[in-house]
């Protein structure tokens, strides 16, 4: 099954009943990650290059887990888990739920093995279709719910962190071929739609899923301001370079500037020197730099700077959602297949607002006013990381279609960069 | 001259001119620098406990450097610099003026000595007198403004600091011997005072000065909420304490969780076990805690863990300016002498919310809309920190009188606790 | 095909020319690395537990790199490499072949593949074949025998360092499974044999091989001593935990307490409490720990702590040579099967000397006199580590047969315990 | 007093009994740390520049409170301790002893005051006439003369280790003036003295005073060897430097390669580049290196690189001490006043082996045949040290005439460079 059937199947949405429909997104997305861990071996699979990054092993049995501790084990009477040991393997962060192997060191676990995991897997999709079979209460449905949208994030993140393994290879493997062609040289060139100030409504509502951290629905105020009609581009950024913009201390945020000269950072994560420019690991391998194509790859830190260079900087969070009012919930996401960032349709208004790269905005990762975490094990998914992280908005080339939300509030610290990530301009009105 | 006696001093504004007024107040605060030295011996002056904190004798210089710097060789004709090595030993962090000693070394500069430094105050002290003697225009006079601004908050600093290094020494040696009695036992109860939402004017505007963070003035959408009448007391404190606080994951921040287990925090800084109870390591030497005045030395994850605890939130800094309006910007600050927090006086309204204890607000520090930095070196005063830190509001009991400020926003990173940091609840309202 | 059959294979003796025997050892060798890895999936095998270990995968390519780098490119014309980028990979330290991939990353070669490595094994493999249809000139014939002993070396270290990795995972898996019985009760008691002080010669001389580190051969003047009939065995060690041994800091260097406090060991690696006592992580899984076994997995910095509370010393590494002097070169090491170490068996004169545990000697690792290390790049083998080790004697359970030698000097940090390390104790006569 | 009487003072001998020597020795040795510090102010003698170095103040008061502890406290009857809390303070690292301020906050010890240690000397000293007023036990005698001894380690340390202190200082700061004038270019042609080799007697043996570590006496096998005329000069080491010597890894021990690397060192500590070539950090301020005078500020690892690079070895102690018999035991230490290496004399034999610098030998630190650490407390002085360490001979230019022997063994760790330590080559004969 390709990556563009994949895509097709996991939005496919002609099932009658909302419990049908959910029990057909259980199963596809469950079939979604398995399809995702195909192209690698098991060796591939129980790698953690990094402590940020987490083995693909451990992210098939981290959602399997979640489904058998939060859902199975409260709702199907008479369930057996499948192996007791599995929780404190594969438990990431619940406090409640009780203690973990460490973090830094799920890399280690090269037991289970993935025959084992696999196993495991099957019995929970089991255990889940037999949970079916009974009436449900809505608590229970919403668990499930939650359980699609926790192993959609963790999709991502197993092709995030699969490419910082790869990249740390010498041999530089791809995950899949690439079958494109040269990069496409042509871009829109960069225009700005300007929106009026006032009082709007943020934050989700209504009857879809959301995170608890997307709400409650509140008011903003907003000041008038315009937005870029695309994100900066490799091209763009290669010019931050070349202007010296590692190396100018004016542009920066100290807690930046310190990490990039201690680190050593002068371009986006992966960049490398390479014929006639830069080339970039990515997962079709290591790539000459699309200079048409979105820049991704950059931190906070980088993202901030490159606005302050341009003139500009980052919109809010708020801006950004308003912006988006009107516009469809999708873009360039997992299921076109591209694996990495396009370039710019051509044409008017705003593009790529949804897939490609996440958009740093300048809003610090709070909570919404009224904002009270979901009780029980659960209630540890977002609220506890409202600190020192920035809000990204509008889903990447890896987010799975149908993730993507317009009040979706994605965080990262503003030293990360191995996600897909990058930027798009915006002024004061 | 008494604490008391410069308290006065320092906020005497008879002079008549703007511009003799100005004078009058660098006077006094060039003067409040070298009081505040003199309980300390050079060594004591000369030695750097933390990173975070700096040696006074780094103080005394270092504000002095701030007047050459930007003051003296721009505006005084002919002036000639004390020691031109010196601009390396005491420029801070402004990348534009060039490189510096490192922060973490500013505690082995035994020479220049102390007496040297003494003379380079004195050599500056007359040059800024000299420089009265001429014409200067406004971009002079503010920026005299802003190195008595600028020194003020080094005053603090110097407190807090050689606080730091006294606490980290085995003989626990006092600033100032307490000449006051027991610990005063009553405390007003708590209260809360309701407010209603709208949209307010927040930020500064009009003739006195402020920092350039605390503009541009712009109107926020507040909500209704309410405000604690006092700061939290050391006595609830330690019900968090004997509660289990420390030890209950679900009240933390996930950062903060790790961050306390790492460190072994169990109680605010400088606590430590005595008879009948607390001790903590104060200005005037180790002390019984006080049941009824503010804790105080407790990080934003402390604060933030707290008020989960309590059932509260803490305010945003929009909240805090609000609720102050119409207060006098006074109260127990370095001019009243105590040199740390006092229970609030009984009475009906909101005390101490300004000195005692700087409150944590649960607002990032973030630029206001329309936020610039003022052009030159000075602009890396404030704008490069917006990172990862939070604003906290008040003043405290070492702030030097009149520094206080309703729009006044003081930014710490969320682990540190060595200023004189507290907290005030809030709620919805 | 069984340890135990490896073992006979490994050490038999009756073909006829040195050049066929040469050419056996080497098949039996190469042969007995994919046996050792062969209980071990892929993933196993390409984890890397701590820095100081390495991955089976990494072992079994490393010691064909070295066939390929040191031999084959130099003897065999034509000999095209299996692929040019495995020299980055899998050169170890030899930095006059070029750089490397670092040490701490070597668990992140998830390519080449487990299976790219057996291939490169069999390309290797055949080439060696080949090669044996040329004259060889003795040189050849001498890095041939390097290269054996080398892959014994890692065969040594693959078995440890997979203990190590093993151990560090919740599900504690065994390398193999305990076919063995219940601890065996019955030990020798402790007996001193004493030997006469005089001139003796020490190191390697003669015909059959040895690294450079053992030679020149020279005189030692050693002081009349007496040595230990057997090793410190569990059940001691045990006292000496219970009598307080690791916090009694008048017992241990500087350094070893330090270390000890920093690290918080309060017993050997592995050790963990367990029902009646304590238990051990081994290669057969955790397992009760054996009174009458000698203990293992200790440092330097206890095994010499231990010997000081026992009243006794660590033997020089001279002593140790001397005393081995018409021992036969035999013991309990990988051949004999057991995976671990064993009670020493009831006897007169000295037991253990050769296999079960690599026994620390109180010898810093420094050069004979007139040491010279062997040209290129083979001369990085083992004089650039003299420096801030200790030597250790005798061979261990894990060490291959025939690789054991009265003149072997072995060598870790005495902080390392990894290894199968042990303890004799010695004292003057 | 200057220094040079200082070292008369210290050196003179025609008191009449062994008690009185003593007596007056002690006097001499304590007067000369107080002449030591004099050059120095306060804030200097209070900060600690690194964590191996430890400040004036500390020295001063520990070196004191040994007398207190080991002598006073035992064998003064009624003895009152100035202050009870200065144990804790200036314990150095005696276990038994009790609980210490941790050795890198050394520096924080801005009380006591530089006045109360400087009145804890007065009392201290007070204390020990009264004590000579008694009939007082060998015991007691030999203690004092440990307490001298230790004394003069500790004023060598005070010199090492603010010349550390002013070396961090952007002024650069001289612990004196330099009165002498230009580098004197000539030095003696490097040349060799052949030694026989045989069985000779090491160690200390006799009346006077020696350290615990340098016995018991015993024979050693030496080798033939030849050793040179004079130290490795600056000269040479810029060679060294030229051809690449800290760029070619065949010259290194690896654990040396790896700590240049890491750390960048290019050259001796304390060199930087300057005008037509090197100058060097010293106590006469910043100074242009002397090609002729000994290099100085050498780690071991440096001085074995160098060795392998001129195509030679260093000396081990015992060939040091063999060589040096028959030598008066005397040289261009403290009393000399240079306060750094000078150029060897012409002349024929063996010149520089006392004073100018320590001379690292190839010998691990370790106890020899039969050592016995003292009972006691004192019994931590040495023998706890005895691993990873290296044995230099000879003293420095920073040694306390009377204060350097034949047997004496200074140790460092191989990467240490603050102290005055350079190399003379040796070979075999
Ligand atoms: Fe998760
Ligand atoms: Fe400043
Ligand atoms: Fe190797
Ligand atoms: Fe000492």
Chains 1, 2, 3, 4 share one sequence.
């Not at 100290?254 to 080339?279: C, H, M, Q, V």
């Amino acid at each position: 099954m390709s990556l563009t059937q994949l895509a097709v199947a996991a939005t496919d949405q002609d099932t009658p009943s909302p419990r049908d429909r959910l029990r057909g997104r259980l199963e596809q997305t469950r079939a979604l990650s398995a399809d995702l861990a195909r192209p690698l071996s098991d060796e591939d699979q129980v790698v953690q290059a990094m402590d940020d990054a987490s083995p693909t092993k451990w992210h098939l049995a981290h959602t399997t887990w979640f489904f058998e501790a939060f859902v199975l084990s409260q709702f199907l009477p008479g369930y057996v888990r499948f192996d007791e040991r599995f929780e404190y393997c594969f438990n990431s962060y619940y406090e409640s739920v009780g203690p973990r192997h460490p973090r830094p060191f799920r890399g280690l676990l090269t037991r289970p093995s993935g025959d084992d995991v696999r196993a495991y897997r099957a019995h929970v999709d089991g255990a889940l279709e037999t949970l079916f079979a009974h009436d449900l209460p809505d608590e229970a449905l919403n668990l499930i719910e939650l359980g699609i949208n926790h192993e959609q994030q963790h999709q991502e993140l197993l092709l995030t962190d699969i490419l910082s393994l790869f990249a740390s290879q010498p041999l530089k493997p791809a995950y899949r071929e690439d079958a494109t062609g040269a990069p496409a040289g042509a871009v829109a060139p960069l225009a700005f739609t300007a929106f009026e100030g006032g009082i709007f409504e943020v934050g989700h509502a209504g009857a879809g899923f959301s995170y608890d951290n997307e709400g409650p629905r509140h008011e903003q105020l907003i000041r008038p301001f315009k937005l870029a009609n695309r994100c900066v581009t490799n091209a763009e950024w290669i010019a931050f370079i070349e202007d010296g913009g590692y190396e100018t201390a004016s542009l920066w945020l100290a807690d930046g500037w310190s990490l990039i000269n201690a680190e050593g950072w002068r371009a986006p994560l992966y960049f490398e020197p390479a014929e006639g420019g830069y080339g970039q690991m990515s997962l079709r391998g290591f790539r000459p730099v699309d200079p048409a194509a979105p820049v991704t790859h950059v931190s906070y830190f980088e993202a901030d700077a490159f606005a302050r260079w341009a003139g500009y900087r980052l919109p809010s969070e708020f801006e950004w959602e308003r912006a988006s009012t009107g516009l469809a919930e999708r873009g360039k996401t997992l299921g076109a297949g591209h694996l990495r960032p396009r370039p710019a349709p051509d044409g008017p208004g705003l593009t790529q607002m949804f897939g490609d790269v996440w958009e740093w905005t300048g809003s610090a990762y709070l909570p919404y006013p009224g904002y009270k975490p979901a009780p029980g094990a659960v209630g540890e998914y977002n609220g506890k990381f409202m600190c020192n992280q920035f809000v990204l908005k509008g889903g990447s080339c890896a987010t799975p279609d149908g993730h993507v939300r317009r009040t979706y509030r994605n965080f990262f610290y503003p030293h990360q960069r191995w996600q897909f990530t990058g930027l798009r301009l915006a002024a004061d009105a």
